[in-house]
């Protein structure tokens, strides 16, 4: 499904990768990402393609800033 246009700040750069990663015949089951944005960015990348955070993938990553994670529903382990 699209989720409409691809973000425009700093996950920029992640976003195309983690495109290519989940079309693939082969997904990654598990990402650890070195930061919030790169988390994020990870986050409105499987949303966008219908996958479940903890289902069909495990997300982890290192967290910058908290501010965000009360808005997020998917479960995903935060390193602070």
Do not use: K
Request: proline share 11%.
């Amino acid at each position: 499904p699209d989720g409409g246009p691809p973000p425009n700040g700093p996950m920029d750069d992640c976003y195309p990768l983690f495109q290519r990663w989940f079309a693939d015949a082969e997904p990654p089951t598990a990402i650890f990402c070195a930061n919030d944005c790169v988390l994020q960015s990870c986050l409105l990348t499987l949303r966008q393609q219908g996958r479940r955070v903890g289902r069909d993938v495990v997300l982890a990553g290192f967290l910058d800033r908290t501010d965000w994670v009360s808005h997020v529903e998917e479960p995903f382990l935060g390193i602070r």
